[in-house]
T-cell receptor, first 113, second 113 residues
Framework: GAGVSQSPSNKVTEKGKDVELRCDPI?????LYWYRQSLGQGLEFLIY????????KSGLPSDRFSAERTGGSVSTLTIQRTQQEDSAVYLC???????????FGPGTRLTVL | ELKVEQNPLFLSMQEGKNYTIYCNYS?????LYWYRQDPGKSLESLFV?????AVKQEGRLMASLDTKARLSTLHITAAVHDLSATYFC?????????????FGKGTKLTVNP
């Protein structure tokens, strides 16, 4: 079946602009996660959704970052007033429920100029 | 705070040789995962280890878990070039109240002909 999909695959933006990154989880997966991968910091957890609620937002680095999930499916990660340090690959993962194997999407490479 | 350490971070080996990657974690956890990442690609799930003494094998890769030592190993037998990739271990943060995965920094494996 179809895996986790993310769009866009690449995004180049100017410092100070807002960006939206989209994640479509595997159908039927109730848990959805966002991670960020950068050379300096490795793989970092950002936020976890169970259904439409986010019981763990502890990894969001600042209030410029927000995420939502609607209909228990698609999720959007929004970064406002982007900074150069936001440049990274943003990965989305989903699992059947919490505590199951997480399956990762291809990622969105964000470059902030 | 849950921390995961992998070593070595870089591994260059010849085809046909054996080697082991080590993954230590700092606090009790319920599940340990191994993922593979090819350059420019996302993470592919290899193994999930659930209990002390668990051993799983797939082809030339074998993963094991010692929960008492908080140590997992990924053993590579008779390496081939196709195994060249970055390997990550990850531990779930459930006992700390989170469903997130905490990743090691990854081991970049290069298998030379």
């Amino acid at each position: 079946g179809a895996g986790v999909s993310q769009s866009p695959s690449n995004k180049v933006t100017e410092k100070g602009k807002d960006v939206e990154l989209r994640c479509d989880p595997i159908s039927g997966h109730t848990a959805l996660y966002w991670y960020r991968q950068s050379l300096g910091q490795g793989l970092e957890f950002l936020i976890y959704f169970q259904g439409n609620s986010a019981p763990d937002k502890s990894g969001l680095p600042s209030d410029r970052f927000s995420a939502e999930r609607t209909g228990g499916s698609v999720s959007t990660l929004t970064i406002q007033r982007t900074q150069q340090e936001d440049s990274a690959v943003y990965l989305c993962a989903s699992s059947l429920m919490g505590m199951d194997t997480q399956y990762f999407g291809p990622g969105t490479r964000l470059t902030v100029l | 705070e849950l921390k995961v350490e992998q070593n070595p971070l870089f591994l260059s080996m010849q085809e046909g040789k054996n080697y082991t990657i080590y993954c230590n974690y700092s606090t009790t956890s319920d599940r340990l995962y191994w993922y593979r990442q090819d350059p420019g690609k996302s993470l592919e799930s290899l193994f999930v280890l659930l209990s002390n003494g668990a051993v799983k094998q797939e082809g030339r890769l074998m993963a094991s878990l010692d929960t008492k030592a908080r140590l997992s190993t990924l053993h590579i037998t008779a390496a081939v070039h196709d195994l060249s990739a970055t390997y990550f271990c990850a531990v779930d943060g459930f006992r700390g109240g989170s469903e997130k995965l905490v990743f090691g920094k990854g081991t970049k494996l290069t298998v030379n002909p």
